[in-house]
């Protein structure tokens, strides 16, 4: 039996166009801004057949989360040295092969090493598009709120996920 007939446990979430994932921890200033995010689209509304999901920091959760989505787009901080604010996209292909295992456990298990696993888990139920969209950190100091960047960053992502999602159900 192959992973993904394990799930079939009669509770797989209904199918949707487009599931995003905001990944980060809320107390940690600008690493909250995959949370943030989410809760700004749903305050914005969007679109039907759009599921929005906060991942926080349950790394191994975004694998599930997949389940029933033809497309899924994570939101997460990133720390690369780039400019704060700055706003990456990464194809999910290009992130599909699994990070280091050395030290791995479940408070250590991120968005990327679930992109991994959905590979494995799924199959061919994985959605058929991932893409990543990274803001980048100024700060991620205990307790304070997102820096003035990294909203603006945020901004940014918020409305390439509105306009995206309107164009995925103008295609549906």
């Known amino acids: ?13 209904p199918a949707c166009d487009v599931v995003v994932i905001g990944c980060g921890h809320l107390l940690r200033g600008d690493d909250a801004v995959g949370p943030i995010a989410i809760r700004t689209l749903w305050s914005r509304g969007v679109p039907d057949g759009v599921r929005l999901i906060d991942g926080g920091t349950a790394g191994m959760d975004v694998a599930f989360h997949m ?24 194809p999910g292909e290009e992130l599909a092969e699994l990070p280091p295992l050395e030290g791995i456990h479940t408070h250590a298990f991120r968005w990327d090493h679930a992109l991994a696993l959905a590979t494995w888990l799924l199959g061919p139920q994985l959605p058929r598009r991932v893409d990543v969209l990274l803001v980048e ?31 995925a159900g103008d295609r549906a």
């Open 1 to 13: 039996m192959q992973p993904h007939e394990l799930l079939d446990d009669g509770f797989q979430p």
């Open 137 to 167: 950190v100024e700060s991620t100091a205990l307790g304070e709120p997102l820096t003035p960047a990294v909203s603006y960053g945020m901004e940014r992502v918020v409305e390439i996920v509105l306009d995206e999602c309107s164009a």
């Open 67 to 90: 389940r029933g989505a033809r497309r899924v787009i994570l939101i997460d901080a990133a720390s690369t040295g780039a400019p704060p604010g700055s706003v990456f996209r990464v």
